[in-house]
């Protein structure tokens, strides 16, 4: 049913406005100041957006769904994982294809593939990640490329003996890339130096999740970014640092592109709103809050806003990685930290934890929220301008949002499949009260009401050569 959006203060990267949406199909065909229901299809569903935000639908560029991963699985799936989205306002997923290194390539990208197609309720793509180099992998990386559409690679410089790719493949991946076109992102620690300083501390007895921090310091995640920063200014590759935490990894990342790398650096919720005393708290409620690169010291949350603000970060994801706490973070990290699970599930709650301490709060502004949340990443991800702002010709994905309505975050109101919520009691100002993806309405009031499977993969075409 085509869809007539009335009265809304519509805010991209570049715009705020106050103008009507019509969508036909699955495509924005009208933009106008006051556009006549008698001049629409008499069957098109009015909303009245009065006194309401409308954003773009928002893009996730970094999540985990199907992830194997430290000796176990995270719990969502492609239905919950939407479902989860979609009640916080994000209508496109970016999972990283995370195979192991005994795995082809190209079985990797079609189990993943094969997970979420029929089954998602979101629109998606993949970074692939390469955790081996070999001949046969090569290959097969360029038939993804080619063939399926994938337009950026991943790969951990940390995970020793698991995902982290040697420096020789490194170089060699991030040669590839820069003749196929494709943006490497990446996971910048050293493992080398995780490895004994994990050691060291298991060997002194510190073994609670309040070690994690002191295991993989600022230094270990920056020395992560300007080594592959060194390696991107001999290739010419194009490079994107997930998850940057802290201050001095940031800096680094500014200073790489001083030099001319081609370089562009995403921050995740959970580094802008928890910070390091989270996994610190007793009764090993602490574990609940160890993800990579750790939660850093609270000050450091300062220069991410504001680096965000001036546009310096491009991004903000989530890194969702949902690991239950009862039967695997708790149960298989009791004796040592280095067992924990990584990852702290927040596809749901980002766009409201960033609206309530941001924007709420004074530190973003609504259309570099839109940008960080949505739009820069459709540019970096070669889904632009498909996705990524509200434009006629764009896919009619739109969020409407009550920028005063007050909730509470729980794990009863969450929609990923993980046994908490790392946010459980927060206050937030704000909440999408309905979600479009290509014109569908898929979500209301924070409930799924659409049809789980009709996601679709996003064919992208490289462009960062
Ligand atoms: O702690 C994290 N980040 N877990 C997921 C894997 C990764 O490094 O992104
Ligand atoms: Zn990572
Ligand atoms: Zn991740």
């Known amino acids: 049913m085509p869809l007539l959006i009335k009265g809304g203060r519509v805010i991209t990267a570049t715009d705020d406005d106050h103008l009507d949406i019509y969508c036909q199909g699955e495509t924005i065909t009208r933009l106008e100041a ?34 194997p991963f430290m000796g176990t699985h995270a719990r969502d799936d492609w239905a919950s994982a939407s479902r989860a989205a979609l009640a916080g306002g994000t209508t496109t997923l970016i ?33 692939m990640a390469v955790v081996r180099f070999d001949d046969l992998a090569q ?11 994938i337009a950026s690679f991943k790969v951990f410089l940390a995970y020793k003996g698991a995902l982290d790719l040697g420096d020789e493949d490194l170089f060699g991946c991030l040669q590839l890339a820069k003749e196929l076109g494709v943006i490497v992102t990446a996971h910048c620690e050293n493992a080398a130096a995780i490895d004994a300083m994990q050691a060291k501390l298991l060997s002194e007895g510190k073994t609670g999740p309040e070690h994690h921090e002191p ?34 990894a940031v800096n680094a990342a500014l200073a790489a592109r001083r030099r001319g790398v081609n370089i562009w650096i995403e921050a995740v919720a959970p580094h802008l709103v928890l910070d390091k005393t989270y996994a610190e708290l007793p009764d090993f409620e602490g574990a609940k809050y160890v993800m990579s690169p750790p ?34 973070k708790k ?5 040592a930290f280095t067992k924990i699970p990584n990852g702290i599930p927040s596809v749901q709650e980002r766009i409201d934890l960033i609206h309530t301490f941001g924007v709420k709060a004074g530190r973003l502004g609504y259309r570099a929220f839109v940008d960080a949340c949505s739009t820069q990443a459709a540019r970096i991800f070669g889904l632009y301008p498909r996705k990524g702002t509200i434009r006629v010709g764009s ?23 993980v046994d908490y919520n790392a946010f459980e009691g927060w206050e937030m100002t704000g909440k999408s009260e309905l979600v479009t993806v290509r014109g569908k309405v898929q979500a209301r009031g924070g409930q799924f009401v659409g049809e789980t499977g009709t996601g679709q993969l996003l064919q992208r075409t490289p462009t960062h050569f």
């Open 215 to 248: 295991s993989r310091p600022t230094c270990v995640e920056t020395d992560g970014v300007t080594h592959l920063a060194t390696l991107a200014q001999l290739t010419g590759a194009h490079i994107y640092c997930v998850h940057t935490s802290c201050d001095e």
């Open 95 to 127: 999972e990283m294809i995370c195979p192991g290194p005994g795995d082809e390539p190209m079985a990797a990208f079609e189990d993943w593939h094969a997970r979420a197609a029929g089954t998602a309720s979101v629109d998606f793509t993949f970074h």
């Open 331 to 335: 149960a298989m990290g009791r004796d």
């Open 395 to 417: 896919d009619a994905d739109l969020v409407l949002y009550n920028p005063d309505k007050k909730h509470t975050l729980a794990h009863t109101t969450s929609h990923s499949n």
């Open 139 to 149: 290959k097969q990386l360029r038939q993804i490329v080619s063939d399926h559409g």
């Open 34 to 67: 006051n556009i006549d229901p008698a001049s629409v299809d008499p069957d098109s569903e009015v909303i009245d957006a009065t006194g309401r935000l409308v954003f773009p639908g928002f893009i996730d560029p970094h999540v985990h769904i199907h992830l």
């Open 295 to 328: 939660l850093r010291d609270k000050w450091n949350q300062a220069p991410l806003w504001n680096q965000l603000r001036a546009r310096a970060i491009s991004t903000i994801g989530t890194d969702h990685a949902p690991f239950d706490f009862e039967t695997q």
